[in-house]
Each structure stands twice: as C-alpha cells, then as structure tokens.
C-alpha cells in the first residue's frame, strides 16, 4: 500500500496557482476567497471580435443585447471570450495578438490574475478567415469513417490552439429527424449510433489538441415540429432515450467530452436550459460528466422571452443555475447584475453558484489557465515580435497544404454515387455542357458555419481568404482536352426560368450534360440550407427541377451533381439520369473530389447518412421507422425513399460470401461471434462498407424494422478478399422497456450484414435466451468489425 502524503503548499504562491497541489484543492481556495460578484463574473461570457489592427478585442454588439462595458466589468474577472476570431474578418496573425493582448488585460484586471476561455466555432473547421473549409458534418456521417474524422478533428484543434482558442462549439451531435430542417447540414445523420461513433471520433481528435469540445444540442433541437428551427420537440421519453440521447452518452463516456451546449428546444413544455433531470440528474449523476454546461447563446434570456417559464432576468438565471447549467453565452444579460441581485435577496441560493464556478474553474485548471506560467501570448506568435503587428500579418498559415489534403480526403470519402447506368466514370469526352447555379460558384462547396458564409457575406468587399476553386475549374483540369460549355440555367431560389431555353440548348449540343444543383449556405432566410433556413418540403429550390426536367428532355445523358446541405427528392430524374452524384457542402477541396468521381479518378466509397426521398411531401420520416412507418396498405402516402440511407454506388463490384456464426443462442447478457468473407470481384480498387443492421421481430415495446449497430470500411485491390469477423454483444439489442429501464429481452435476433438499410447480403439468425436483463450506462456500445 501507498502511504497518503499530503502535499504542502510551495511558499509565496497562492493556493489556487501551485501547480504541485490537488486541483480540488486549488478550486476551492479559490472560491472561498472570492466575493459574489468575482464569482458570477466567471459564469458569462463577453462577445467580443479581435482586432485586425492588433489591438484589444471590441465588444461585439449584437441585436439581442445591451453594450457591454468591459471596464466596468473586468475588475470582477471574465468566463469566456465569445468568438474572438469567428465574428469579423482578421489575419490570424493579428488576430492572435489582439486576442493575447486582451488576455493580458483581463487576468491583470482582476486580483486573481485568471484569463478567460476563448471558443469559436469549428462545426467544419476552424470559424475563421483564412483556415481551413472542411466538408460539412453530414459529409462527415457519408464518410462512415470515424478515424479520418478523428485525424480532421485534430488538425483543427491544433490551428485553434495555436492562435489561443481553448473551446469548440462542436460537435453537433442532433439525430436527424426531418431532413426539412435547415440545421440538417450541420447534422452527421439519422442514425443515432453513426452519430455517436463519427461525434465522438471528433471530440476525441479535438481534445487531443488541447481544445475542449462542446457537445450540441443537449437535446431535441432536431426533433422539432415540422422542422422548423426552435419549435417545441415532439417526442415520447422513449424516442429521447434510444434516438436522440445515445450519440451524447457515446461521447461522454467514450469520449470524455469536456463541455455540453443545451438546446433551445423544449421537450413536453420543459426547455432544455430548465431541465434539471436532462443536464444535471442524467448528464453527471448518471454518466459521470464533469465538464462544463453551456448556454446556447441567448438561452437562458430565451426562457422568459420566448418560453415564458420565467417572470424576469433574476428567474431565468436562477432557473437555469439550478438546473444545471454553468455559462452564460454568448454575452452577459441574467448571469451579471440580475443575479447578483437575486442572490443578495435570497431568491437563489449562492451555492449554485459555487457549485457551477466550480466546474468552470476545473476546467480553467485542466487548461493551465491558473498555472502561475501562464502566458498569455500564443504558440503561433512565438519569436514574433509583438510590438510591430503589421509584420505579422501573413505569418499565420491556417490553410496549410497537409490541411487541405486532408479537407481533399475527406471530401472525396463522402462523395456518395446514387445511381449510374454506366456512363461514369466518364471516358475523354469531347464536348461536356456544364450547367446549373452551382457549376460556377465558389462558395457552392460551404455550409452556413463556414467563415466566408457565416461572417464573409457581411464584409463583401473582403478577399474569401481561402481558394475555392469551382466546378468549371476542377471539371476543366480534369477533362483538360475537353470543350466545356456553361450555363447557368436558374439561380438557386430565385426561380428565373428565362436561362433554361438557353441551358438546353447547351445540352443538346454536348455528349454529355453536368448539372449542378442544390443550396445556397445562409442563415436566418438569406440561404436554403443553415440555421433558420427550413425547408416546406423536400423539393429542389426555386426553379431548379423545371432545370433539370428540361435536360432530361435533350437526350443527351444527364449527370446530376447535387451540392447540397439536405437530402431532395429530384424527381425523374432518379431513373432518367444516367447518373447522380450527392455531395452535403464537401468543403474547400470539394469541387476536385467530385471531378475525380466524374473522371474516375476517384472510386466513389460515400454511404448515405441520410435518406433521399422519392417524394418531397413524405416528411419526416427515416430508415429508423416501426413497421407502421413504412409504406403500408392503410395509407396512400408511400415513405420508401428513393435512396436508401447507407446506400452508395462504387466502380468496382463486391461480393460477400461464406457467412458463419460461432454459435446461434446466448444469453441476455453473452455475445454472437460471425464472419463473412467481401471480395472486389471487379477491375479496380475499391471500398465496400460493410454494415450490420439488428432486426429485432418482437419485442415487448414497437422497435424500429432495423437499426444500425455497426459498420467498417474494407479497402480491396481487384480480386482481393478478406475474411471479417463481427462481434455483436446482447447489449446493443437493448431499448428502454415499458417501465423506462433499458433492457435486453430474450428471443429471436436478426443480424443482418448489408450494403444498405435496404440491402442486406448476409443474414444470421441468432437468439437470446434466459431472462430478461436489465442494462444500464455501463452497457456495451458497439457492435465490431474486425479482420478475422
């Protein structure tokens, strides 16, 4: 046995800054010498934009806010630096000095000598101008590729980290539920378990640089009526468990996520931010998490503004606190002087306080925030000379070749090929018409949390930072012997039919016609896709499908490209083209992985990670339906979608053999054991994705038909096979029962092994058997597939 040695203080420093005693115990030094008003200071956050000029931040006022004094406010100390780089266009560079600079104020305002947290966004990579546009999330789910995910994820924490951001507002871990939501984009999929193993592969990638995480949004924001952005979330207890809660638990116990953003969503009339069962009673006292909990910005506010659950700023804070949240953002409003107010009258306790303070000072800790080291001036900015900001001005690289390589990877991963009749890859043509609103538009390739699309379209006289080259170009210096002729046809929504004459003209005149469709990134109404951008249904914006109709009038083969944010029902066109190519907002190198699967160059290996209807109006539905929510003789409206999700076409051909299981029966608590053997039966290399898919026929609550409990990526040359081999836990057959336990049930499974939600190759019949078993957050996740 080890003695305990108690560790003694090192002489002349405070308590809360020696690094040699225990960070409990350095906490709650610190909180027992801080004043209510130091404390509360801790819990908010400050939005405020770097300085391209290399000077301090300035506060950024937004139009659901009051200016913010930062004099009056710093003496007290500072929780967070909201969006120093993500809010104006600034060299990184200068960005970075003006970020340390106002650091240095800030720990020398207060006489604690404590920094803030800086967070930006990162939803598909860094939010700032000039770094890297990775693809969107929901190129991240088409991937089914967590490990490249993981090496993406890491990348852009180490550019965050070196210009002094410690925290990012991602990933977003919301399962889609009705792809007529704007925020579908941001979304990895609609499966909670490709969710979960892609989000989580994230956080881990980004926390390994140093940057904490921020799971979004705890939870239901995707599950809102009608899927519009904000409204309530109409869901049982049990859809929340099984659905909508398991990519969180993935990434906190697997993860070891550090921070959590709540939804603005409310679930049964109780607001995410007023849940204390949801962040407090399941989030730490069940899954052990202890980080931070968030706001989404304006969230608190939005319970006495929009919610109307709390009289005044005082209630909203109180309520808020109580149920477990810790951090203001984006900017101070209930946390600050209403607060204050209601603690000194006795209407909320100061232990809730102290109780939240405690975990943000934790996590300050953990960021060497309180170290008596600390230095305020930034990996980037090392040797540089801070004195002369105009020469650092493009010393800062945050577009680096290995990140756009990287960007260009994933990209060309998430490329899903729907349908071909073998016109792709395409063979030295002579003449291609290129047409549609995306086939010349740079920023076709971003989504709406991109810097040139969130911040850029505000500063329109300001270089996009980054090169987007557009499809014309990639499709040019792909094809370099080709005549390429554009046209635009239509705009994305501003449906002006008078180009498409003139489009199909081109056509005719081709051997072979691109078209280019799909949305514009935006926010609030100025896009098709993004935050506040909802669809009515699932039909192409504007004018686009009378495009596209009339192209398939030519005669001449049709390609479709669709860049877009959401899945669209296309119509036709699903038989008429000879091809379609779905790409979800690919990112910067985008354009080039798309021209490589148009050329061949590129062997299509993307999974849908969401559905593509057949019909625009079947909203909202998914793979993961019962039985009822499938086409059926008691409804004239038939879901079945027009691509199935995990679908995907590929130029070789696979086929999967020779299928064993170890044993068909084990317990409730055992595991199945199969193996299968996938050979690339055709002329080139190629990725087949293998994916397992748990049938359970009767349970003793409605199941989905199938749900996915595991995937792997298998890279074959021509006429290599491998044997693989599956494990399959009992647990992951488990659902939360009719007394809100989860359980695994005994009786009969299917296993299927599959190319898609809607083809499976290889099924196992498997059984549990015993009693049933009751299983908790310690249950096993994952069903795995491994080289045998």
């Known amino acids: 046995m080890t003695a305990n040695v108690a560790v003694e203080p090192t002489p002349e420093i405070p308590l809360w800054n020696d690094p040699a005693l225990p960070v409990t115990t350095r906490v709650d030094a610190l909180i ?262 968030v706001a989404d910005y304006f969230g608190i506010a939005f319970l006495k503004t929009l919610h109307g659950i709390a009289a005044d700023w005082a209630d909203a804070a109180g309520t808020a606190l109580a149920a477990g949240v810790d951090v203001e953002l984006p900017s101070v409003k209930t946390f600050g002087d209403p607060l204050v107010r209601a603690v000194t009258q006795g209407r909320v306790p100061e232990r809730l306080i102290d109780r939240a303070l405690r975990h943000v000072l934790l996590q300050k800790a953990a960021l060497g925030l309180l170290d008596p080291d600390w230095n305020a001036v930034p990996a980037a900015l090392d040797g540089a000379d801070l004195d002369d900001p105009a020469a650092l001005r493009g010393k800062v690289d945050l577009d680096r070749p290995e990140n756009r390589q990287l960007a260009r990877e994933i990209a060309e991963k998430a490329v899903v090929l729907l349908s071909n009749d073998g016109t792709l890859p395409l063979t030295r043509p002579r003449r291609i018409a290129l047409i549609g609103p995306n086939a010349a538009e740079p920023t076709a390739v971003l989504g709406c949390y ?135 907002f690919p990112g910067e190198e985008g354009t080039h992985a798309i021209a490589g699967v148009l050329s061949g160059r590129v062997n299509p290996s993307g999974r849908l990670p969401v559905s593509v209807p057949r019909l625009p109006g079947s909203q909202p539905t998914t793979y993961l339906g019962a039985r009822l929510a499938h086409a059926s003789a008691v409804s004239n409206i038939d879901p079945t979608p027009a691509f199935a999700f995990g679908h995907g076409l590929s130029y070789t ?25 996938v050979r690339n039966t055709g002329e080139r290399p190629g990725t087949e994705v293998v994916q397992l898919y748990l049938h359970d026929p009767v349970a003793s609550v409605v199941q989905p038909v199938q749900r996915l409990v595991g995937y792997t990526r298998v890279d074959l040359e021509p006429g290599e096979a491998r044997r693989l081999r599956a494990t399959v836990p009992a647990d992951v057959a488990s659902f939360t029962g009719r007394d809100g336990r989860r359980v695994v049930e005994p009786g009969e499974l299917e296993l299927r092994l599959a190319a898609s939600s809607a083809d499976t190759r290889l099924t196992a019949r498997v059984t549990l058997t015993g009693a049933a078993h009751h299983v908790d957050h310690t249950r096993r996740l994952h069903a795995t597939i491994e080289r045998d």
């Open 653 to 677: 051909r696979f086929d999967w053999t020779d299928l064993t299981v170890d044993v068909h029966e084990t317990p409730t608590d055992g595991e199945f054991t199969l193996a299968l053997t």
């Open 450 to 584: 991109s810097f040139p699309q969130h911040i850029g379209v505000r500063h329109p006289g300001t270089p996009l930072g980054i090169e987007l080259p557009t499809l014309r170009d990639t499709l040019a210096a792909e094809f370099p012997d080709a005549e390429i002729t554009v046209a635009r046809g239509t705009g994305i929504d501003d449906g002006d039919v008078s180009g498409i004459r003139e489009a199909a003209r081109a056509a005719r005149r081709a051997d072979i016609a691109v078209v280019a469709l799909g949305d514009r990134a935006g926010l609030f109404g100025r896009g098709t896709s993004g935050e506040g951008c909802d669809a009515e249904a699932l039909v192409l914006p504007g004018a686009q499908q009378h495009l596209l109709d009339a192209l398939l009038e030519t005669g001449t083969p049709v390609v479709t490209v669709l860049l877009a944010g959401r899945p669209y029902a296309v119509g036709r066109a699903v038989d008429a083209s000879a091809a379609i190519v779905q790409s979800f």
């Open 32 to 293: 027992d010498a801080m004043t209510l008003q130091e404390k509360t200071a801790q819990l908010y956050g400050v939005w405020a934009g770097a300085s391209d000029e290399g000077g301090e931040v300035a506060p950024h006022q937004h139009d659901m806010e009051e200016a913010v004094d930062l004099e009056a406010l710093l003496p007290n100390g500072l929780g967070q630096l909201t969006r120093p780089f993500g809010t104006v266009p600034v060299d990184p560079a200068v960005g970075a000095l003006s970020l340390a600079r106002t650091q240095a104020r800030i720990a020398s305002a207060n006489r604690f000598g404590i920094p803030a947290v800086a967070h930006d966004e990162c939803l598909a990579g860094f939010a700032a101008w000039g770094a890297t546009a990775y693809p969107v999330p929901l190129s991240w789910g088409a991937t089914f590729d967590p490990e490249t995910v993981r090496r993406m994820a890491a990348a852009i924490g180490r550019d965050m980290r070196s210009v002094g951001v410690h925290q990012g507002l991602a990933p977003v871990l919301d399962v889609v539920r009705d792809a007529r939501w704007g925020r579908v984009e941001e979304t990895i999929g609609e499966d909670p378990y490709l969710v979960g193993t892609i989000g989580t592969a994230y956080v881990r990638g980004l926390q390994s640089a140093g940057v904490v995480a921020t799971l979004k949004h705890f939870v239901g924001y995707s599950a809102s009526r009608a899927g519009r952005n904000l409204a309530p979330a109409s869901m049982g207890a049990r859809e929340r468990a099984d659905v909508l809660l398991p990519p969180f638990e993935m990434a906190v116990r697997e993860g070891g996520a550090h921070s959590v953003m709540h939804a603005y969503t409310d679930t049964d009339g109780i607001p995410a931010a007023a849940d204390g069962q949801l962040l407090t009673g399941l989030l730490r006292d069940t899954w052990g998490f202890d980080g931070t909990v």
